[in-house]
């Protein structure tokens, strides 16, 4: 089992920038994957962003944060982190970490993230 706690969301003007962590705790030296995903109201979980943890560098983005936000990993701190550069309105959404073993998939409780215009 791995848990995942996330950290850092908030309110932020157009244009602003926020950096969401995530730990992991439990098993994570099975973790292969992690990533962020995140919900809208009204909407489905979508894919943010994930990294691989077996394939250092290997890293994969929504079309719509391409060039805006960033995924890294600290694997001392068992951490990944979400930087978020020239956010806008349609960036607002509970954002969840996300981590993936051959056991399954794990999500964090989620932090929210509101982009006021």
């Known amino acids: 089992q791995v848990q995942l706690v996330e950290s850092g969301g908030g309110l932020v003007q157009a244009g602003g920038s926020l950096r969401l962590s995530c730990g992991a705790s439990?098993?994570?030296?099975?973790?292969?994957?992690l990533g962020w995903y995140r919900q809208a109201p009204g909407t489905q979980r979508e894919l943010v962003a994930t990294?691989?943890?077996?394939?250092?560098?290997?890293?994969n983005y929504a079309d719509s944060v391409k060039g805006r936000f960033t995924i890294s990993t600290d694997i001392v701190k068992n951490t990944v982190y979400l930087q978020m550069n020239s956010l806008t309105p349609e960036d607002t959404a509970v954002y969840y970490c996300?981590?993936?073993?051959?056991?399954?998939?794990?999500w964090g409780q989620g932090t929210q993230v509101t982009v006021s215009s």
């Open positions: 439990g098993q994570v030296f099975s973790i292969t994957v």
């Open positions: 996300y981590a993936q073993d051959r056991w399954g998939d794990y």
């Open positions: 990294i691989s943890i077996t394939r250092p560098g290997r890293s």
